[in-house]
């Protein structure tokens, strides 16, 4: 099980989840150089420890627990595993 970064994040991504991420899955950040391509953050479900801190740091509520993730937005869940087999 991971977290999971929806629709919301789209248009914000501030990054305030990164600062708080104690295993840095939280990607790209403002230092990557895709950071101005993509359209929101994503985490690495592989290495996502479920803490949950990244959610209240979140000033749009766009995380959740993996079986949280409301119904409009479970497409997302794939969205984030995707990032990072693109990255290999
Ligand atoms: S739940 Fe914890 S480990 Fe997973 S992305 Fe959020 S802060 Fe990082
Ligand atoms: S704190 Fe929320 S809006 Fe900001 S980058 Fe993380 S998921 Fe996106």
């Known amino acids: 099980m991971a977290h999971v970064i929806t629709e919301p ?3 914000t ?3 305030a989840c990164v600062e708080v991420c104690p295993v840095d ?3 790209p950040t403002k230092k990557e150089g895709d950071h101005g391509a993509q ?4 985490i690495d479900p592989d290495t996502c420890i ?10 749009v ?3 959740f627990p993996q079986d949280d993730v409301p119904a409009e937005w479970r497409k997302y869940i794939q969205i984030n595993i995707d990032y990072f087999k693109s990255k290999g």
Do not use: R, S
């Open 61 to 63: 509520q766009a995380i």
């Open 50 to 59: 479920d803490c949950g801190l990244c959610v209240d740091e979140c000033p």
């Open 13 to 15: 991504k501030d990054t």
């Open 25 to 27: 899955c939280i990607h």
């Open 9 to 11: 994040c789209i248009g």
């Open 39 to 42: 359209q929101q953050l994503y």
